[in-house]
């Protein structure tokens, strides 16, 4: 069959990784395909050492490859929000099918793109915009296409897991092992989206919009980062019996559906728990198949590239078939009406139980009158540790709450931290069974 002609724009980590994975591995990927796929024209500012260019048409304009009429399916590796929109449109312009790793394009905007791209009767492909080698938006979007989908909680972003887990496993302050994981390159010089939640919020909305058919909503995600963790939260929530993760968390209530990123206490014993240092995992409730777990690396070069290549492969058999027959990008035919006007509820309506900590002076009552406050709000204690005073006759107390509405969370923080013998912000992080009864 005619073979299928790539175009490469971006010769960076995952882009370097999809050349050599695509060159590497030519001959396994033809037989997959049915066609051979090979590489047309490669678009990059900075060579990559690790590619062979030898033979092959380059250039420094990505928008010569999107106009390239010999070139079949443009991969977009450069990354970023506006270039690479103004990128993928051009190429789907010009009958381009699309292959992308870029999880802020989709997030932010792929429900323009993937309108343009019906309309061209053109293929967008993004397994590698969430968790880099891990097939998890094939899985969500066919391999469970059976279930209702109940939840999706996950943790999507390596750097951040990282972070946890040496917090945890060595008992050091987070400033400390930022540094560590940016002079190892596993954070960026700057990290906010990473330590922030943006990243992992992205990849979120992603996943959200798949599992429940709605529209791409990034702008409604809730976002907390973890760069207020303290070794002294991580040892609490160990004492506890539990570990602090920061997850992405997507539900279906009947309210609507929850769409947050923030740090997050899980029970020891729960899988997600358990997936420490750079890696990626995402647990999947489905109502048929129960909870499921996805796990890998969820970054670097030549996982990613598996993703980015898979997807090509997957554009090479579908090339000729009816837009109207391939599976659908965001997994539904159609947005039903009742699905698609689902809301995404406000932060201060999801339900959580809750892990406090808080520094008071040393004096009676004062315990007695947080108790109170937290009753006047209608939450109860699970339980509470009080330790020992620290200099200046300060007492740690750390307070473990059932569920209760976020909103009621936050008043009573708010009248908590008015108290007089109350020294600082309170420390608040949501608690997660993730268990199959929630």
Same mark, same amino acid.
């Given at each position: 069959?005619?073979?299928?002609?790539?175009?490469?724009?971006?010769?960076?980590?995952?882009?370097?990784?999809?050349?050599?994975? &695509?060159?590497?591995?030519?001959?396994?990927?033809?037989?997959?395909?049915?066609?051979?796929?090979?590489?047309?024209?490669?678009?990059?500012?900075?060579?990559?050492?690790?590619?062979?260019?030898?033979?092959? =048409?380059?250039?420094?304009?990505?928008?010569?490859?999107?106009?390239?009429?010999?070139?079949?399916?443009?991969?977009? &590796?450069?990354?970023?929000?506006?270039?690479?929109?103004?990128?993928?449109?051009?190429? *789907?312009?010009? +009958? =381009?099918?699309? /292959?992308?790793?870029?999880?802020?394009?989709?997030?932010?905007?792929?429900?323009?793109?993937?309108?343009?791209?019906?309309?061209?009767?053109?293929?967008?492909?993004?397994?590698?915009?969430?968790?880099?080698?891990?097939?998890?938006? =094939?899985? &969500?979007?066919?391999?469970?296409?059976?279930?209702?989908?109940?939840?999706?909680?996950?943790?999507?972003?390596?750097?951040?897991?990282?972070?946890?887990?040496?917090?945890?496993?060595?008992?050091?302050?987070?400033?400390?092992?930022?540094?560590?994981?940016?002079?190892?390159?596993?954070? $960026?010089?700057?990290?906010?989206?990473?330590?922030? +939640?943006?990243?992992?919020?992205?990849?979120?909305?992603?996943?959200?919009?798949?599992?429940?058919?709605?529209?791409?909503?990034?702008?409604?995600?809730?976002?907390?980062?973890?760069?207020?963790?303290?070794?002294?939260?991580?040892?609490?929530?160990?004492?506890?019996?539990?570990?602090?993760?920061?997850?992405?968390?997507?539900?279906?209530?009947?309210?609507?559906?929850?769409? %947050?990123?923030?740090?997050?206490?899980?029970? =020891?014993?729960?899988?997600?728990?358990?997936?420490? +240092?750079?890696?990626?995992?995402?647990?999947?409730?489905?109502?048929?198949?129960?909870?499921?777990?996805?796990?890998?690396?969820?970054?670097?070069?030549?996982?990613?590239?598996?993703?980015?290549?898979?997807?090509?492969?997957?554009?090479?058999?579908?090339?000729?078939?009816?837009?109207?027959?391939? /599976?659908?990008?965001?997994?539904?035919?159609?947005?039903?009406?009742? /699905?698609?006007?689902?809301?995404?509820?406000?932060?201060?309506?999801?339900?959580?139980?809750?892990?406090? %900590?808080?520094?008071?002076?040393?004096?009676?009552?004062?315990?007695? %009158?947080?108790?109170?406050?937290?009753?006047?709000?209608? *939450?109860?204690? $699970?339980?509470?540790?009080?330790?020992?005073?620290?200099?200046?006759? &300060?007492?740690?107390?750390?307070?473990?709450?059932?569920?209760?509405?976020?909103?009621?969370?936050?008043?009573?923080?708010?009248?908590?931290?008015?108290?007089?013998?109350?020294?600082?912000? /309170?420390?608040?992080?949501?608690? $997660?069974?993730?268990? $199959?009864?929630?």
């Amino acid at each position: 069959m005619k073979p299928v002609r790539v175009g490469i724009c971006g010769l960076g980590t995952v882009g370097g990784g999809t050349f050599n994975v &695509l060159t590497r591995n030519a001959d396994d990927i033809a037989r997959r395909a049915g066609r051979p796929i090979v590489i047309e024209q490669v678009a990059y500012r900075t060579p990559n050492p690790e590619c062979d260019l030898t033979g092959l =048409k380059t250039t420094a304009d990505v928008f010569e490859v999107a106009t390239n009429p010999d070139v079949d399916v443009l991969v977009e &590796l450069i990354g970023g929000y506006d270039v690479a929109r103004e990128l993928v449109l051009t190429a *789907i312009e010009h +009958g =381009k099918h699309v /292959v992308t790793a870029n999880k802020a394009l989709i997030a932010v905007h792929g429900n323009e793109i993937f309108e343009a791209a019906h309309a061209k009767g053109v293929i967008v492909a993004f397994e590698a915009a969430v968790a880099g080698g891990i097939p998890v938006i =094939k899985s &969500l979007r066919e391999g469970l296409g059976a279930n209702r989908i109940e939840w999706v909680a996950g943790i999507i972003n390596g750097t951040g897991n990282y972070i946890l887990t040496h917090m945890r496993d060595e008992g050091r302050a987070f400033e400390d092992v930022l540094a560590e994981a940016q002079a190892l390159g596993y954070a $960026e010089a700057d990290p906010t989206f990473d330590v922030e +939640g943006i990243d992992a919020a992205h990849k979120l909305t992603i996943l959200a919009s798949i599992a429940y058919g709605v529209p791409l909503q990034f702008e409604k995600a809730y976002t907390e980062g973890i760069s207020r963790v303290t070794a002294e939260d991580v040892e609490q929530a160990d004492n506890l019996g539990y570990v602090i993760k920061h997850l992405g968390i997507s539900k279906r209530t009947d309210l609507g559906l929850e769409l %947050r990123v923030h740090p997050t206490l899980i029970p =020891k014993e729960r899988l997600l728990a358990n997936v420490h +240092g750079v890696k990626n995992a995402i647990a999947v409730m489905g109502d048929a198949v129960g909870p499921t777990l996805y796990y890998g690396a969820g970054a670097g070069a030549e996982p990613t590239a598996s993703s980015v290549v898979a997807d090509i492969l997957d554009v090479a058999r579908d090339i000729a078939t009816d837009h109207h027959y391939r /599976v659908p990008y965001l997994a539904f035919s159609g947005i039903s009406e009742d /699905v698609s006007q689902l809301p995404i509820m406000p932060m201060e309506e999801i339900h959580s139980a809750y892990y406090l %900590r808080l520094l008071a002076v040393d004096r009676p009552g004062v315990l007695a %009158r947080v108790a109170t406050i937290l009753s006047e709000q209608g *939450i109860s204690i $699970e339980a509470l540790i009080q330790k020992e005073a620290t200099e200046g006759e &300060l007492v740690p107390i750390i307070l473990m709450t059932h569920r209760t509405v976020e909103k009621q969370m936050n008043e009573a923080i708010r009248q908590i931290e008015a108290m007089a013998d109350i020294a600082g912000p /309170v420390t608040r992080i949501r608690v $997660e069974s993730l268990d $199959e009864q929630e």
